[in-house]
């Protein structure tokens, strides 16, 4: 299948790396890809208000026709050819704004669709990425719904559980394939269409070498950590790693999304705001240990984070509490219970030889080689193929 249709409903493109957007990334190179930016996973209040304006700025660079935001910051090497900042309301379980996004969402997205007719029978397909996007099935003549599944919904912090799970089961129902990126996400679809497909790495850039940035902190013992900086952290227990080895370095890169975060007090834990995702590299490529200090909650039992890979890619020891995505990968990574184990196993990897961290460099990348993103898109367009012959021949 090459030159297909996409129409992917996902978060906001370029507002934060995501595995939908590494795959499509990857399908630009064989397919045509159109986006459509989030309608909300939650009602809008008063703690909304930022995210309201970038909504607003979203809009105001809309161009006539087809609703694109146009913001070159957000812009990347391969990106879609359409980026749709739609009008809707964000009010999950509602039907009736489940009608009147419905008639909104389908006429922006075919003023954007219009602009690029293609010529010849080539499938549409339909990919929903959240569960609101599902007012627009059977409105857009896609050959097959596909429902990805990246975070458990009922767990996620900052959703309305309840609306949210009444699109997702309704969405479930429609869809005609779906993945999921955690077997804990798979026990609650229905097997016979339901896929594992975790997420995937661009091995050759988070295995580069790189010269520290000016900004880098001067320690010699690093350890570092990217990502959003929230409750699914660990506080109790960075703080208690940062108090037990004050020699060390503890870089945290990330937009930080709780109040009153004390965290940085500590004079050897460093923030630095988020940047664009293939900048990382130039900084977790020259820390000594990375560190996943995940709390236990169900959201991080379903979890199967960006990150995991692109630290095993990287090479470098890694640290993190256990949860289920983690233990695969368990031969290559130091897996603590409690606090107390997590700082023991600090000390082991800071004090690995260099022919140590050699051998821990090359396990690490061979457990991740055939897990790049074109191999997860070769993946998905296998099983749209098989799944559309069948859909077509009944």
Known sequence: MKNAQWIVFGEDWGRHPSSTQHLMKCMTNQHQVYWVNSIGLRR???????????KFKQLKHATSNDFNHGNAQQ?????????LAPVAIPWPGSYIAYVINRL???????????????????????????????CVIGSLEEDIVVYYAGDDFSALNGVDHKQVSVEENELVKKADIIFVASENIARHMPQEKTYLLPHGVDLKHFSSVCKRPHNYPESDLVVGYYGSITSWLDFELISFLAQSRPDVTFLFIGRIEITDCELFEYN???????????????????????????????????CNPLKLREYLA??????????????????????????????????????????????????????VESATWQARCELVTTLLTEKLAIKNSL
Request: some cysteine.
């Open 268 to 302: 050897n834990i460093i923030h630095l705001s988020d940047m664009p995702h293939e900048q990382l590299i130039q900084y977790a490529a020259n820390g000594q240990v990375s560190l996943i200090p995940f709390v236990d909650n169900e959201q991080i039992r379903a």
């Open 314 to 367: 990287i090479g470098h020891p890694i640290l993190s509490t256990q949860y289920p995505a983690v233990m695969p990968f368990r031969d290559c990574i130091y897996v603590a219970d409690d606090k107390y184990q997590m700082l023991e196993q600090l000390n082991t990897a800071l004090l690995l030889s260099n022919n140590k961290l050699e051998e821990l460099t090359v396990r690490s990348r061979k457990m």
């Open 44 to 54: 809008p209040g008063l703690r909304d208000g930022k995210r309201i304006l970038e």
């Open 104 to 134: 909104l969402l389908t006429y922006q997205t075919r003023a954007l669709l219009a602009k690029h007719k293609i010529k010849g029978e080539e499938p549409r397909i339909l990919w929903l990425s959240l569960p609101t996007g599902r």
């Open 75 to 83: 812009v990347s090497e391969k990106q879609p050819l359409g980026i």
